[in-house]
């Protein structure tokens, strides 16, 4: 081995789902937003000027905007390149205790690997038989706890009086409820954090506002924890929210109609489609997210993956214990639903 080899970081990344590239394909496989963006993001596009200079460090026009917004404080609301790089920052500024933080098992892919990245001890905790996180996993010493709600790929809504349990048996660690599903009829934590300032609460405008492209997230805490997270931020780079995200993630926020129907729309999608699914012998979480965790009665779930695939339908599939027999299947539109559902029925033979 080469001397300097030993000075580099060795570190398996996160594998995202694919992006294909060809065009007239079915895309169930990472959880994007079949609708686009509202328009209100079209329009503030071709009045995005002043790309020359530096974008404003604090993102202050996209800050105000989610603050007003959520109901909160200015400074309540840390900004970031999409929650996966709010995430980071969190796991880089509150993970430091040397005792290890819990996450659950089976959960968003990227934790384990941010922990490894920045030599963040950590335990998983297994779900149980329904894949439900036990909230009495939680109570043991610990350096923090991450989860999300509702948890991925399962899709399982935790009740809020259950995240209040773990917090309150973790007050002197930060506790991190990663909502990027939130917004698919979940209750969010946001009201927690008046009796909790060591709670801090992520969101995304990747899944329930079509902006997956744009890199877009927050985090919602204490004062004093987003002060942490800002310094952090500062330094390592001031300019991370460009000119762009800032402007038309601000025009996303104004439109709350547009919001409202096209994620009410998807939540009317997942429940009728649950429907046709239990008809076609698969079984799964109810979920409160964006997509579906399904196993079928006798076809192996990886069969079905590929048989799909090679027929330009993309579901995701994860090759790891307990859920090698599922697919995660992501809620487009109610036409691309009928498609998958066309598919199904003929290579079932139903
Ligand atoms: C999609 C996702 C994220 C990251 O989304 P961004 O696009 O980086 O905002 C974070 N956590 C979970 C659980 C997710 O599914």
């Known amino acids: ?29 990472t959880n994007e937003n079949p609708y686009p963006p509202s328009p209100k993001v079209q329009e503030m596009c071709s009045r995005i000027d002043d790309l020359r200079l530096y974008p404003d460090p604090a993102a202050s026009r996209l800050v105000d905007a989610i603050a007003d917004y959520k109901g909160i404080g200015r400074d309540q609301v ?24 819990l996450f659950p098992d089976i959960t968003y892919s990227f934790y384990d690997v941010w922990a490894e990245l920045f030599r963040v001890p950590y335990e998983t905790k297994a779900l149980d038989e329904d894949f439900r996180i036990r909230p009495e996993d939680y109570y043991g010493e610990n350096g923090g706890v991450i989860f999300p709600n509702p948890n991925a790929p399962t899709g399982i809504l935790m009740p809020l009086a259950a995240i209040r349990d773990i917090l309150d048996h973790n007050r002197d660690v930060v506790v991190i ?55 952090v931020k500062y330094s390592f780079n001031s300019y991370t929210m460009n000119q762009p995200s ?29 429907e046709e699914m239990r008809g076609l012998g698969f079984t799964f979480p109810d979920s409160r997210a964006n997509f579906l965790f399904v196993t079928h009665e006798s076809v192996p779930a990886r069969e079905i993956f590929e048989a799909a695939r090679a027929e330009k339908i993309y579901l995701r599939y994860f090759p790891k214990e307990r859920i090698d027999n599922y697919l995660r299947i992501t809620i487009g539109t109610r036409e691309e639903m009928e498609r998958l559902l066309a598919f199904l029925r003929e290579y079932l033979g139903r």
């Open 246 to 274: 800032i402007l038309l993630g601000a025009a996303s926020i104004e439109d709350e109609p547009y919001f409202r129907e096209t994620t009410g729309e998807i939540i009317a999608t997942r429940e009728w489609f649950k």
């Open 78 to 101: 840390f900004v970031g390149v999409g929650s996966d790089d709010v995430l980071a920052m969190s796991f880089l500024t509150f993970f430091n205790s040397g005792r290890p933080i």
């Open 1 to 29: 081995m080469k001397e300097w080899m030993k000075n580099v970081r060795q570190v398996v990344p996160y594998v995202p789902g694919e992006q294909p590239k060809e065009t007239d394909i079915i895309k169930l496989n």
């Open 177 to 231: 409820v990663d909502e990027a599903y939130i917004d698919f009829g979940g209750e969010t934590a946001q009201s927690l954090l008046a009796d909790y300032d060591n709670l801090l609460v992520v969101q995304t405008f990747s899944k329930s506002r079509s902006l997956a492209g744009l890199r877009i997230g927050y985090a919602m805490g204490s004062p004093e924890l987003i002060r942490a997270l800002s310094d």
